[in-house]
């Protein structure tokens, strides 16, 4: 994760079933939708994405949470697991503009390099929502999040979402979760 001197807000979250999951990602969507979503969309110059690092261990539920974000925002289709593609791309439409979210899997990566050798880096210099699964194997090349969010499975079954905002915007978009 990056530097926690530049953490600007910290919330823990326990979600103790997939409901709770979904209802967290409901919310999520809303505050991600005044926070960052309507404002940049009627900013017609807006042309940086939104990141967020969605960190943890295999089957921590971190494509679950994907899942329920996309869907709150409006998507209406599969939303699959980019393990093997690395990326999968949607398109959601806000104030009559179009909003490309990128959903990465990074965990095959073996080397950082990988990461910039598959050319992702364009994605990040648009109005775009990125969220990251397994940012770490891209090391440093990411950059600071707006989000991370850090899955932890609990043994009672559910999980523990901590979530850091390093940016302003992320930080406004954590407060309204």
């Keep these: 994760m990056s530097d926690v001197s530049k953490v600007l807000s910290q919330r823990l979250f326990t979600l103790p079933n997939e409901e709770a999951t979904e209802k967290f990602g409901a919310h999520f969507a809303r505050a991600l939708r005044a926070s960052y979503i309507d404002h940049a969309a009627s900013n ?3 042309s940086t994405s939104f990141q967020i690092h969605l960190i943890g261990e295999l089957g921590a539920g971190k494509t679950a949470l994907t899942r329920a974000t996309l869907r709150a925002l409006g998507h209406t289709g599969r939303v699959r697991s980019p393990t093997y593609t690395l990326v999968e791309p949607y398109t959601l439409v806000s104030n009559g503009r179009a909003l490309n979210v990128y959903h990465f899997d990074l965990y ?3 080397d950082p390099a990988e990461w910039a050798d598959a050319g992702f880096r364009e994605y990040f210099n648009e109005y775009a929502l990125c969220l990251i699964e397994w940012p770490q194997q ?3 090349l990411l950059g600071t999040p707006d ?3 850090t899955l932890e499975v609990i043994p ?3 999980r523990y979402l901590t979530a ?3 940016s302003e915007i992320g930080k ?3 407060n309204q979760c």
Excluded: K, Q, Y
């Design 44 to 46: 017609d110059s807006a």
């Design 108 to 110: 095959r990566f073996t």
């Design 138 to 140: 891209a090391g440093a």
């Design 147 to 149: 989000l991370a969010f």
């Design 156 to 158: 009672e079954g559910g």
């Design 164 to 166: 850091h905002a390093f």
């Design 172 to 174: 406004e978009c954590l």
